[in-house]
């Protein structure tokens, strides 16, 4: 009888910790990023985030972007800026914030390769509840080159 290999206890034990964490903290819905071009630096990535209990979204990171950053979108007189959101993105209890073209949104700069439609990339998410606590979450993010329509929204949604 072989022992079980260490890979085989670590996915176990990751399974068993990641899980209870992952649902008490944000849900994560429609994720997707938008397509780039090649030669082009940086891109958005956006998705639909309902903390369980408050949180706050204070990082992003994934291995394709040198650079990842939570952006808003702000009018600046006439002109639309986007600049970091400072201390973090707050999610209220239970309110969906949506990360959106125009809005807030995840920026993924210094991209290491150009995201070509119908792959995906990992993102994770880190996250700072009321106490302090950081929990980071992977999500697969799938690379689309326009948003996903409502109606596929709404046929997600039970
Ligand atoms: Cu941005």
Do not use: N
Not at 24 to 36: I, N
Not at 106 to 121: A, S
Not at 127 to 152: L, N, Y
């Amino acid at each position: 009888m072989q022992p079980p290999s260490l890979l085989a206890l670590l996915a176990t034990t990751f399974a068993l910790c990641a899980s209870p964490l992952w649902a008490q903290t944000v849900d994560v819905q429609g994720a997707w990023a938008r397509a780039t071009v090649p030669g082009q630096k940086a891109t958005g990535a956006f998705m639909k985030l309902t903390a369980k209990s408050g949180a706050k979204l204070v990082g992003v990171s994934s291995p394709v972007a040198g650079v990842a950053e939570v952006h808003e979108m702000k009018m600046d007189g006439d002109v639309m800026k986007m600049r970091a959101v400072q201390g973090g993105l707050e999610l209220p209890v239970g309110q969906a914030v949506e990360l959106k073209p125009g809005g807030y949104h995840l920026m993924l700069m210094d991209l290491k390769l150009p995201l070509q439609k119908d792959t995906t990339i990992p993102v994770t998410l880190l996250f700072k509840d009321a106490k302090g606590v950081e929990t980071k979450t992977e999500i697969t993010v799938p690379v689309r080159a326009t948003p996903p329509s409502a109606a596929v929204d709404h046929s997600m949604h039970k």
